[in-house]
T-cell receptor
């Protein structure tokens, strides 16, 4: 069964600090891995998309890494801001119709 | 509008009633997805439309759920005889083509419809 597991489930950090979110997956076939940010009451918004051959992708203060051999990905947030408080969802794309979603990491950034 | 639009944003209904949820995708996007998000849970795939192909209904949880996409654009998700366990946020997304395999094919999500079944 295709699965995407994220850790931690929730995380609280102080503004200005860095943090790293983890994603492990068992999805076959594998095509791409995405990280989404979902603000409360909003739909998810794409942050990064990586294919099998890419092992890092940055979007501003967000940097995603991918190790396709170990089937692990991480999302690193640098110099966190209050607006980073959200749920971060790891999504793995397989065949043309298949996207498997993780249950997300709820990040809270405190002043 | 520029994004995916869903209506209503909130829907409260009584158990046993039917509800219709609407999704207006981004113009020109051929792929449209419906997902369900229960409190504290990941997104659960419901149904996928791609162009004129037969929809992938493999995620629909029961025959009370159905969806249509008219003219390759607007989609409606219908839940008949609603149950309390149907309470969730229903999210619609569109992408230029099928988002799964095509790495640069970004999904764009609507804000969702929050359904509460009393």
């Amino acid at each position: 069964k295709n699965q995407v597991e994220q850790s931690p489930q929730s995380l609280i950090i102080l503004e200005g600090k860095n943090c790293t979110l983890q994603c492990n997956y068992t999805v076959s076939p594998f095509s791409n891995l995405r990280w989404y940010k979902q603000d409360t009451g909003r739909g998810p918004v794409s942050l990064t998309i990586m294919t099998f051959s890419e092992n890092t992708k940055s979007n501003g203060r967000y940097t995603a890494t991918l190790d396709a051999d170990t089937k692990q990905s991480s999302l690193h947030i640098t110099a966190s801001q209050l607006s980073d408080s959200a749920s971060y969802i790891c999504v793995v794309g397989g065949s043309a119709r298949q996207l498997t979603f993780g249950s997300g990491t709820q990040l809270t950034v405190l002043p | 509008g520029a994004g995916v639009s869903q209506s209503p944003s909130n829907k409260v209904t009584e158990k046993g009633k039917d509800v219709e949820l609407r999704c207006d995708p981004i113009s020109g996007h051929t792929a449209l997805y419906w997902y369900r998000q229960s409190l504290g849970q990941g997104l659960e795939f419901l149904i996928y439309f791609q162009g004129n192909s037969a929809p992938d209904k493999s995620g629909l949880p029961s025959d009370r759920f159905s969806a249509e996409r008219t003219g390759g654009s607007v989609s409606t998700l219908t839940i008949q005889r609603t149950q309390q366990e149907d309470s969730a946020v229903y999210l619609c997304a569109s992408s230029p083509r099928g988002a799964g395999a095509l790495a640069k094919n970004i999904q764009y999500f609507g804000a969702g419809t929050r359904l509460s079944v009393l």
